[in-house]
């Protein structure tokens, strides 16, 4: 007996591979999308083949059109046997900032609604036979959501993810196959109107519209006995992203809200005391530079003492006898050491970099200790007033 499997978003892409893969296997397809002439193209190549294929343009977002799909099916075709969910949409603005209302539920819409109103209108068919397959095509982006398929995308890929899972672990006693697959980056239209388009040179690493049919097709022939609940299709190659996704994170924003002109930020790098902070493409984190990231510890409230050429932070008790202190005693700290404790002759002083803090408070210094009848010892000519 024949199978018939609906596929949305078949005129082109993945869907389109799909349909294609499971009709040379003898399943009627059905295709369904926005356009009427790319389907009915496909529908040609497919009858050109040997196959059996139904286009139908349906807005799979309105519910009416999803009950008019199902009723044509069921008068040309019969019950449905798989389902295939494949059509999305994605968001021209990706960061949430300016994200407009209406491109948020356009995209959930697409993605995540219709997914739902599909699978409610064929459920019937497939319970009330004990048995029937519905694959729907998420992304990665709803594992490691970011700024190249934007906030709505990942949150409805995601959504929908989850819903699979629902089905899954609801009606897998009833026969019903629930199964995702989260390809990576994909070579498909969608990709054209992103903020910036992918050159042809790196399309050409990514996953190709055929590649995840192949993985839709296996899950589907394969017996019914056997469920691939989720299936993830990534290129083997990882390409760098970060210039994508600066440019995304500014798409849509308004003029006074462009690189340079964000609130408390007069320029991508903003400097604080002697260290630059710098936004990084790939994911705008603050990060010191190195080059600019002073090696001294500066107090705010008064400048540094400076220490006399040639003193050492370790004091020998031949040294401190010489500077008219007892020895074994511990030298002032100064504010250009970079530890606030000085060691004792036989062990080396532990310095802290990243714990010291950077503003040295007489508190924090050890006390000089003189014998009662010496003199304070003089300051170097260029020293500043101790702090």
């Given at each position: 007996m024949t199978r018939t499997a609906l596929i949305t978003g078949a005129g082109s892409g993945m869907g389109l591979e799909t349909?294609?893969?499971?009709?040379?296997?003898?399943?009627?397809?059905?295709?369904?999308g926005r356009r009427?002439?790319?389907l009915d193209k496909a529908?040609?190549?497919?009858?050109?083949?040997?196959?059996?294929?139904l286009a139908l343009a349906a807005d799979i977002t309105r519910a009416d059109d999803v009950t008019r799909v199902l009723d044509r099916i069921h008068a040309e075709l019969g019950p449905v046997d798989v389902l295939v969910n494949n059509a999305g949409s994605a968001s021209s603005v990706l960061n949430p900032q300016w994200l407009?209302?209406?491109?948020?539920?356009?995209?959930?819409?697409?993605n995540l609604t219709a997914v739902f109103q599909l699978t409610q209108a064929?459920?019937?068919?497939?319970?009330?036979?004990?048995?029937?397959?519905?694959?729907?095509?998420?992304?990665l982006a709803a594992v490691n959501p970011n700024l190249l398929g934007g906030a709505a995308y990942g949150a409805a890929k995601a959504g929908v993810r989850n819903f699979m899972t629902f089905l899954h672990n609801t009606f897998r006693n009833q026969g019903l196959r629930a199964i995702t697959v989260l390809p990576g980056e994909a070579d498909t239209p969608i990709l054209d109107n992103r903020a910036r388009p992918p050159a042809p040179e790196e399309r050409a690493h990514m996953l190709q519209p055929e590649d995840v049919a192949e993985?839709?097709?296996?899950?589907?022939?394969?017996?019914?006995?056997?469920?691939?609940?989720e299936i993830v299709v990534a290129p083997t190659r990882q390409r760098d992203t970060s210039a994508d996704l600066e440019i995304s994170r500014w798409t849509g924003a308004p003029a006074d809200a462009g690189p340079g002109k964000r609130s408390g930020d007069a320029d991508p790098r903003t400097r604080s005391g002697d260290?630059?902070?710098?936004?990084?493409?790939?994911?705008?984190?603050?990060?010191?530079?190195?080059?600019?990231?002073?090696?001294?510890?500066?107090?705010?409230?008064?400048?540094?003492?400076v220490n006399p050429v040639g003193a050492s932070p370790r004091i020998r008790p031949a040294d401190a006898l010489a500077q008219g202190r007892p020895a074994?005693?511990?030298?002032?700290?100064?504010?250009?050491d970079t530890a606030p404790q000085v060691a004792s002759a036989d062990a080396p002083p532990r310095i802290h970099p990243a714990d010291a803090s950077p503003r040295i408070r007489p508190t924090d210094t050890v006390p000089q200790v003189r014998p009662a009848d010496t003199a304070s010892p003089a300051p170097p000519a260029d020293a500043d007033p101790q702090v």
């Amino acid at each position: 007996m024949t199978r018939t499997a609906l596929i949305t978003g078949a005129g082109s892409g993945m869907g389109l591979e799909t349909a294609r893969l499971l009709a040379r296997d003898g399943i009627a397809v059905v295709l369904v999308g926005r356009r009427q002439e790319p389907l009915d193209k496909a529908a040609a190549e497919i009858g050109a083949e040997g196959g059996t294929a139904l286009a139908l343009a349906a807005d799979i977002t309105r519910a009416d059109d999803v009950t008019r799909v199902l009723d044509r099916i069921h008068a040309e075709l019969g019950p449905v046997d798989v389902l295939v969910n494949n059509a999305g949409s994605a968001s021209s603005v990706l960061n949430p900032q300016w994200l407009p209302h209406e491109e948020w539920r356009q995209v959930l819409d697409v993605n995540l609604t219709a997914v739902f109103q599909l699978t409610q209108a064929v459920l019937p068919d497939m319970l009330g036979r004990d048995g029937g397959t519905i694959v729907t095509v998420s992304s990665l982006a709803a594992v490691n959501p970011n700024l190249l398929g934007g906030a709505a995308y990942g949150a409805a890929k995601a959504g929908v993810r989850n819903f699979m899972t629902f089905l899954h672990n609801t009606f897998r006693n009833q026969g019903l196959r629930a199964i995702t697959v989260l390809p990576g980056e994909a070579d498909t239209p969608i990709l054209d109107n992103r903020a910036r388009p992918p050159a042809p040179e790196e399309r050409a690493h990514m996953l190709q519209p055929e590649d995840v049919a192949e993985a839709v097709r296996l899950a589907i022939m394969l017996p019914q006995r056997v469920v691939l609940q989720e299936i993830v299709v990534a290129p083997t190659r990882q390409r760098d992203t970060s210039a994508d996704l600066e440019i995304s994170r500014w798409t849509g924003a308004p003029a006074d809200a462009g690189p340079g002109k964000r609130s408390g930020d007069a320029d991508p790098r903003t400097r604080s005391g002697d260290a630059a902070s710098r936004v990084h493409p790939a994911d705008a984190s603050r990060q010191v530079d190195p080059a600019d990231a002073a090696p001294r510890l500066h107090s705010t409230a008064a400048p540094p003492r400076v220490n006399p050429v040639g003193a050492s932070p370790r004091i020998r008790p031949a040294d401190a006898l010489a500077q008219g202190r007892p020895a074994g005693t511990s030298p002032e700290a100064h504010p250009t050491d970079t530890a606030p404790q000085v060691a004792s002759a036989d062990a080396p002083p532990r310095i802290h970099p990243a714990d010291a803090s950077p503003r040295i408070r007489p508190t924090d210094t050890v006390p000089q200790v003189r014998p009662a009848d010496t003199a304070s010892p003089a300051p170097p000519a260029d020293a500043d007033p101790q702090v």
